[in-house]
């Protein structure tokens, strides 16, 4: 990496901790230079405009998301085993966050109507996350663990619902009960499709 | 209604279209004014602060939840015909904002790490839903329609994620089959439980 890249990857760090604090539209600017010591033109330098960093934000958290959950995932033995650590991967992804959650499922309540590039950035990272899950039911199929006849997409569909019951239940009720609903809910649907 | 309350009242329709747009905390006092036509100064004569104004929305929206879901679920036998009743109704509700969706969804994401009294109202509010969801599986299996050992609180937990998942589904990710999705996912959770 160019020292240019560098301090373009260190800025993109603080300013993903930025927007999963205050959303990644509330974020302006003006707090990423006070977060980050630089002046508003040091950073219009490294990113053209404001959506520009935000889909940068998008990009940088995808890839920490590739290595803390999907790429251990990838590890596991294919099948049931598999799906399940892709599901504990990201609930333990989801509480590393300090405020506010998984940034994907923040930003796609701020931006499901906010029609426009970063959207579509974002919709085509929850198309990649819900056609991995559904990749990674499909090889616990074709390993004979789960049903010939299971709708892997509807399988994804279902887990994909937990992850949000989840933040809901842990982050906004503070539900102790949270880690406890969200395994049982996850081993009915295994439990339903299983061969 | 005195007039005073009825123009209350009416400020209050406004705000919640608004704030359903552009986001309870998002929501300025200066944009309701302009939204309204009237004075920021008149504003404040109706409500303290933008906290109070906040969580006079939330129960004005908790009112129209009670006429346009609850009230027509309680007319419904009691059984699984209520709670599909119960959980039609929140789909044809949700579906009913024209921007961003159902506003308690969104305001629990944009409050969840953000503590105050807006915060434990809306929780209130999202407590008194799963509850009640929860009291109408009750209802559905001390009618002997759903296993006397059903976890009535598992249920719900499971139904609401359905209604985050059908939110994404439908507004972030504008899926054709998001109706046909949630509707399999919640005849999974009855057959599961089913007597």
């Not at 890249?5 to 604090?21: C, D, G, H, S």
């Not at 889909?55 to 085993?81: C, K, N, Y």
């Not at 966050?97 to 959207?119: K, M, N, T, W, Y």
């Not at 049903?147 to 842990?170: K, N, W």
Request: hydrophobic content about 45%.
């Amino acid at each position: 990496m160019s020292k240019g890249q560098e301090t373009r990857e260190a800025i993109l760090t603080e300013a993903t901790t930025l927007a999963a604090k205050v959303g990644l539209t509330g974020m302006t600017i003006g707090q990423l230079a006070a977060h980050t010591g630089m002046s508003k033109s040091g950073l219009y330098a490294h990113f053209a405009s404001k959506e520009a960093l935000q889909i940068q934000i998008l990009r940088h958290t995808r890839e920490r998301f590739v290595d803390r959950v999907i790429r251990p995932a990838l590890s596991a033995p294919r099948g049931i085993a598999r799906l399940r650590t892709l599901f504990d991967g990201w609930l333990a992804w989801s509480e590393a966050f300090e405020d506010g959650g998984c940034l994907f499922v923040a930003a796609c309540s701020e931006l499901d109507d906010r029609p426009g590039p970063v959207r579509d950035a974002l919709v085509r990272d929850e198309l990649d996350w819900l056609e991995l899950i559904a990749t990674v039911t499909a090889a616990a199929v074709s390993e004979g663990q789960l049903r010939a006849d299971t709708d892997v997409h509807q399988v994804a569909y279902e887990l994909h619902a937990l992850t949000l019951a989840h933040q809901h239940a842990s982050r906004m009720l503070q539900d102790p009960r949270a880690p406890e609903r969200v395994h049982r809910a996850f081993d009915s649907i295994i439990a339903r499709t299983s061969a």
